[in-house]
């Protein structure tokens, strides 16, 4: 069943921060692997831990089975497991405790959905439907991926370094404008291979 009423987006700061993820499978792997890509502390709770979830550089996990209790001391929490009655019964803790969770598959169940993802080095682009159309989701993600080329990467990085050129001066970054430097040629110049005539587009533009 998808969720009903609007979602309120946020880019969760996971460095650091302890995660679990109950399943051990393929999906189990998946989910694991984003969050270890984001920087979390992941621990895997399954009753049996693949191959795919042991290989994964960086968590650590136990083959036993989920047990109420599991959840604490954790931020976040992905129920990956084939069991939605088990899936269920870890969203229902993590309400009790005020843990975040996400049932995989199940956004009735889930506290937060997970967005299909395009990164292009510091950018990224999430796509949710609210659990009405993962397929649609996936799709939408493709596309951008196929528009946001690595030079959008390049874009990022004279975009930042303008804009902490202006702090070190004093300068606010609101006044300048943007707009019309994203709006101009710099993207054409930056395909073309002309990094520094991008640059002096940029600043000729602020």
Not at 158 to 169: I, K, V
Request: aromatic letters at 4%; proline letters at 5%.
């Amino acid at each position: 069943m998808p969720v009903d009423g609007a979602l309120y987006p946020v880019s969760l700061v996971l460095a650091g921060r302890r995660c679990l993820v109950v399943g051990g499978g393929a999906v189990a792997a998946r989910k694991a692997r984003g969050l270890l890509e984001a920087g979390g502390l992941v621990h895997v709770v399954a009753t049996r831990v693949s191959p795919e979830v042991r290989h994964l550089e960086g968590l650590t996990w136990e083959e036993r089975p989920w047990r109420r209790g599991d959840l604490a001391g954790h931020r976040l929490v992905v129920a990956a497991t084939d069991d939605h009655s088990l899936n269920r019964a870890i969203y229902e803790e993590g309400e009790e405790v005020g843990v975040w969770v996400n049932c995989a598959d199940d956004p009735i169940s889930c506290s937060f959905l997970l967005p299909s993802v395009v990164r292009r080095g510091p950018i990224t682009v999430a796509v949710s439907t609210g659990g009405h159309s993962p397929a649609l989701a996936a799709w939408l993600r493709r596309r951008m991926a196929d528009e946001l080329g690595p030079e959008y990467e390049v874009l990022v990085g004279l975009l930042s370094a303008e804009r902490e050129a202006l702090q070190a001066a004093g300068r606010p970054t609101e006044g300048p404008d943007w707009k019309r430097a994203l709006s101009s040629d710099m993207l054409d110049l930056i395909r073309a291979g002309y990094v520094e005539q991008a640059r002096e587009l940029l600043r000729a533009c602020l």
